[in-house]
């Protein structure tokens, strides 16, 4: 039987496990000198230097990024609804509304016109996502932001390195969340790295991460314990040296995989938009709605190889969430949330498996027909 091919699998080496225990065996493991340098090299590394504050997941980060930009009570946040649930809930969290708004089906991007349309007196700011590892569409949404006066806030989590016209994904809004938790395209275990647009956002995140103190003992503002520890920078940092060969193998892999499904009825592989870099966090496909599930099944059970359905439930629908939305018809995410299928794209995959997937793919597709 052939090995079972998962939909991702987080790469940890020696290296990390000896950054681990140097951080270990120095006995300072909180907050401390990897992190600060953790947040220097990311900086450099993904944001042109924009300064960067690094807390213990992506959901903390995107949360305390709200506050930090004065988002609160009687605000409005337009996000999508076709996303994890995180992006909403840090919205909800600040005691903010978060205004779903549909997105347009060739990159899963919140639309540009569904947008105006949900902008009120309220509206504080956007917070679209970089869905899959394919920016939004960045012109026409600062376009938008401009002529209303709104902030943009960037949901990067799945975004390592990805870019829109030459600007890095991360420096386009007034903050931008990354996240690190396993399965992401670079991992610190859990973790999450915000980029700031503003040296007031920058400190505010500071000061909201660890009890609202920026010199011990002196608190100024209420606030979290949201730290990350020097343990999951030390795995961080050594990922950091690895992750562009990384997004370079799912570029690959990726390519391979357009290549072989080009041929077959019925699946619509992802599309590039012009002057954007895809990172492929997910390589995500369309398929007819009354095949998907089946489609998914029989990879497993006949081929056993993994696949994911990201996400299928809209937030919109959430228990937690649909009272922000009584009544809400988005459209296009409801047929998005029946249609992909996220195909395994990771680096961890080994010669011959796309070729598997593709075979399968086109052996199930033909028996469908
Ligand atoms: C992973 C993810 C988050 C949350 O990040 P965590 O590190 O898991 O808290 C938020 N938004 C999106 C789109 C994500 O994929």
Not at 172 to 188: C, E, Q, R, V, W
Not at 252 to 274: C, E, F, S
Not at 292 to 318: F, K
């Amino acid at each position: 039987m052939d090995t079972f091919i998962p939909a991702a699998k987080p790469i940890i080496g020696d290296e990390e496990r000896e950054a681990v225990d140097r951080v270990l065996r120095s006995g300072m493991i909180a907050q401390g000198p990897e992190v600060a340098q953790f947040e220097r090299e990311f900086a450099d590394h993904f944001v042109a230097g924009r300064e960067t504050v690094a807390v213990n997941s992506g959901t903390s980060g995107q949360h305390l990024g709200l506050l930090a930009a004065g988002v609160g009570a009687g605000d409005e946040v337009i996000v999508p609804s076709f996303t994890f649930a995180a992006t909403g809930n840090s919205v909800a969290l600040t005691g903010a509304t978060p205004v779903f708004v549909d997105i347009e089906l060739d990159h899963f991007s919140l639309d540009p016109a569904a947008v105006r349309a949900a902008i009120t007196p309220r509206t504080k700011g956007i917070m679209p996502v970089h869905l899959y590892g394919h920016p939004f569409l960045v012109d026409e949404i600062e376009a938008i932001a401009r002529e209303h006066g709104l902030a943009i806030y960037e949901d990067a989590a799945q975004a390592h390195g990805a870019s829109w016209q030459g600007r890095p994904v991360g420096t386009i809004g007034d903050f931008a969340m990354f996240s690190l938790y396993p399965t992401k395209n670079m991992t610190s275990g859990e973790g999450g790295m915000v980029s700031c647009g503003t040296a007031t956002i920058a400190r505010n995140m500071r000061l909201l991460r660890n009890q609202g103190m920026e010199t011990q003992y002196e608190n100024e503002v209420v606030g979290f314990n949201a730290r990350m520890t020097d343990i999951h920078a030390a795995i961080g940092r050594v990922q950091l040296t690895k992750v562009d060969a990384w997004t370079a193998q799912r570029q690959r892999n990726a390519a391979a995989l357009d290549a072989g499904l080009a041929g077959i009825d019925g699946i619509q592989t992802p599309k590039v938009a012009d002057g954007a870099v895809h990172v492929y966090h997910q390589y995500t496909i369309r398929l007819d709605p009354a095949e998907r599930d089946r489609v998914r099944q029989a990879l497993l059970d006949e081929y056993q190889i993994g696949s994911g359905v990201y996400y299928p439930i809209p937030n919109h629908r959430l228990p937690s969430l649909q009272h922000f939305a009584p009544g809400l018809e988005l459209p296009v995410t409801e047929q998005a949330a029946r249609e992909v299928l996220s195909l395994p794209v990771h680096p961890s995959l080994r010669d011959g498996d796309i070729a598997r997937i593709v075979d399968a793919l086109t052996a199930i597709s033909g028996a469908g027909a």
